[in-house]
């Protein structure tokens, strides 16, 4: 039953009820309180009905002082003969000749808001008794709020909030808090059934322990969302058998986790406990109940049977399934960005799906990258929606996620089954790579499969449109943005300029595709960015020495920047310094430097480097006003597993210089080890024989740098593809 009024509605008829009656032509009402509960309630009933207010503050002799004429209440805040108080207190009896006296409580207005005559008056007052002061203020509290609002409770919603303190869903509190702070009285456990069963909860009906009611009630609950998400009902015991919720409703604990915040509470609770093992050990095909995101018993069956159709080589299957667990254990997000429905993406337990997915699509890649139908191993890797760049990204993200299974509990599947499949996958990424290498070797020793291809030393001549005197312009080089990384920046850039006020310049970022100077190392590679003609650039064997040259002369560091400024540009490697300029070329080798010192958590570090780069160029082009920007880079590199060996080989006696990867001098031929470069690849700025290894387990020795996971200079598509970025203001 709901409430006809709120209180200040049901205390206006009250007053005028009093004022009709009285004999008086300028009545008084005396209104008795008890608590003081009822005193902006009066304020707001005489406000709305035009008549004279005066409150007791202290004693009610005080209502008689500065008389005024006309209807008048008189609110004294305490009851008329308070038990701890000796005497009458009632001293105006004159009132009943001119008014009336009312006295009256927020718990006795309460049953007027109802109707007395449609309602047990008695049961009312029951459900709002309290004898301890503390629990009365509450009550009095609950009671204020619910009958002041817009929308009126319904009898059973004051007493659940009664009870619980302040739910108005019984089965939802007990789902999210279990008994508590409720008293565990005989009266308190009775209402409590009371309210679980008038909502359905049946199971409770034979419980008289909290700890009994509350066990029923999640059992219950848990057996609710089975049943909806397509469980057989008949396959509960009848006492849990919950009607199904019809297409537009929702099981009571997916419209908890609709509204709590404290989803990852309730997935601990709810997803790691086996509430009906027995039943969901029977159910045939449990991917048919993956809504359903309670109940540890169908958590493991789902992970179970995932992990058999990955050891059968299903992965496409495995990549559906993963997700669509994962996006149910996700929930949905509002605008704010929270999380609704579900545990939200933060959870182990969504996380660990979340992985699941990332290793079903990185298995299904390695499994199928060499099926593509191009010979071109430029396209191969460096496709955007198909090259294999994505293994590359998946493994690093792989890395990055870490290990999500060793927040959930102990006996969940996955604690003992992802290591193990992570190991795999990265030795799996090893022989890709070994493969990826041979395939190079092949195509290389076949032709010249690189000369239709942009090079980096051709890029001053290419974009000289783009780099105009006339034009602001600002160039920012990365040392060693491997394709993935470049193409994870692009993508963070397009996401920042997006954010930017409605007045701030618009920009297009956009990718291409350019190899770098082979061997792929920073010497040469930062040489070939340098203003210049093309055919003034090439890399030459010197006295021995492989060398980049411009007009016929070394390109140093010092020189690099001398040929930058003779063109106009201001070369900084600050953040904040020399950006004045209007034609600026930032350099920065830090990803070399994190790669090269081998630090611990090198992925999650070239991930972070990503976002602070984003953060740094959308900055810049925010607070600057640059015409056309663009993100370049030197060379990329291979990044291999922690468990992986690879092989110092020696420098063979040919070889009159080398690196890690390569090998230069005037006897190197195609018996060297690696790929030979020289005169019949057509590289055109090769004017070396250079022999490069293609195999990422090989590297010559080399003193002084380390090399155990992080290298370049090779022939790996990894090396030497790179994404250039480019950023057009309009």
């Not at 590297?699 to 992080?710: E, P, S, T």
Request: charged share 30%.
């Amino acid at each position: 039953m709901q409430a006809k009024q709120t209180l200040p509605d049901a205390a206006k008829d009250t007053i005028r009820s009093e004022f009709d009656r009285a004999e008086s032509s300028d009545p008084i009402v005396l209104w008795w309180d008890d608590g003081n509960y009822l005193e902006d309630i009066i304020e707001q009933a005489c406000d709305e009905l035009g008549v004279h207010l005066k409150v007791a503050k202290e004693t009610p002799l005080e209502l008689r002082a500065d008389p005024v004429d006309g209807e008048q209440v008189w609110y004294v805040p305490h009851l008329k003969e308070p038990e701890d108080v000796e005497g009458d207190f009632d001293w105006f009896r004159d009132v009943e000749h001119t008014g009336g006296e009312v006295e009256m409580s927020i718990e006795d207005l309460t049953v007027h808001a109802f109707e007395r005559g449609q309602l047990d008056a008695w049961e009312l007052n029951t459900a709002t008794q309290a004898d301890d002061p503390a629990k009365r203020r509450e009550i009095a509290r609950i009671l204020h709020d619910q009958l002041t609002g817009g929308q009126l409770p319904t009898l059973e919603q004051l007493r659940t909030q009664i009870v619980t303190g302040g739910y108005t869903d019984p089965v939802a509190f007990v789902l999210e808090n279990g008994w508590g702070d409720i008293d565990d009285s005989p009266d308190t456990i009775e209402q409590m059934q009371d309210l679980l069963t008038s909502e359905g909860v049946d199971a409770v009906a034979s419980d008289d322990e909290p700890v009994g009611i509350v066990a029923a009630t999640r059992r219950w609950a848990v057996a609710e969302w089975l049943i909806h998400a397509g469980a057989d009902a008949e396959r509960f015991p009848r006492e849990f058998r919950a009607e199904t919720a019809g297409d537009h409703d929702l099981p009571e604990l997916k419209s908890l986790l609709n509204n709590t915040t404290s989803a990852s509470l309730l997935a601990d609770r709810y997803l790691g406990e086996a509430i009906w093992p027995d039943i969901l050990a029977d159910v045939d095909d449990p991917w048919e109940l993956a809504d359903c995101i309670v109940d540890a018993a169908l958590e493991r069956r789902l992970w179970e049977e995932w992990h058999a159709s990955f050891d059968a080589g299903d992965y496409e299957t495995c990549l559906e399934r993963a997700e669509e667990r994962h996006d149910a254990l996700l929930g949905s997000e509002d605008f704010r960005g929270n999380y609704r429905g579900a545990f939200g993406p933060d959870s182990p337990w969504t996380r660990t799906w979340e992985q699941a997915a990332e290793i079903a699509r990185l298995a299904h890649q390695l499994e199928t990258w060499d099926e593509s139908a191009t010979d071109d191993v430029v396209s191969l890797y460096a496709d955007p929606d198909d090259g294999t760049w994505q293994i590359d990204n998946a493994v690093l993200n792989l890395v990055v996620a870490g290990e999500p299974e060793t927040d959930l509990p102990d006996d969940h599947p996955a604690t003992a089954a992802l290591d193990d499949l992570r190991t795999q996958l990265q030795s799996e990424y090893v022989e890709y790579l070994e493969d990826l290498g041979d395939l190079v070797t092949e195509t290389v020793e076949a032709g010249a499969p690189f000369v239709d291809e942009d090079h980096s030393y051709q890029f001053f001549t290419k974009e000289s449109d783009g780099l105009e005197s006339g034009q602001t312009v600002a160039l920012f080089v990365i040392d060693a943005l491997r394709l993935d990384l470049a193409r994870r920046l692009a993508d963070e850039l397009r996401d920042y300029v997006a954010t930017l006020p409605a007045d701030a310049p618009e920009f297009a970022v956009d990718e291409d595709v350019w190899l770098g100077t082979l061997p792929s190392e920073t010497e040469f590679g930062k040489a070939a960015l340098t203003p210049g003609e093309i055919q003034m650039f090439d890399v030459s064997l010197v006295d021995g020495e492989l060398q980049p040259l411009r007009n016929n002369r070394r390109v140093t560091t010092n020189r690099r920047e001398s040929l930058l400024g003779g063109d106009g540009w201001t070369v900084t490697r600050e953040e904040d310094d020399g950006w004045q300029s209007t034609r600026v070329a930032y350099f920065k080798n830090d990803i070399d430097d994190i790669g090269e010192k081998e630090l611990s958590d090198l992925e999650a570090m070239l991930a972070r480097r990503v976002d602070s780069l984003a953060e740094f160029i959308g900055t810049k082009l925010e607070q600057g006003e640059w015409d056309q920007a663009y993100v370049l880079t030197d060379h990329g590199f291979v990044l291999l597993p922690d468990n992986a060996s690879p092989e110092k080989i020696s420098r063979p006696a040919e070889a009159s210089d080398s690196g890690r990867r390569w090998i230069a001098g005037e006897d190197v031929d195609e018996d060297s080890p690696g790929v030979l470069l020289d005169s019949s690849s057509r590289l055109g700025y090769l004017d070396a024989n250079v022999s490069v290894l293609a195999s990422p387990l090989k590297r010559f020795r080399k003193q002084g740098l380390g090399d155990a996971r992080f290298y370049h200079g090779g022939l790996l598509p990894q090396e030497f593809v790179l994404d250039f970025i480019s950023i057009t203001q309009g």
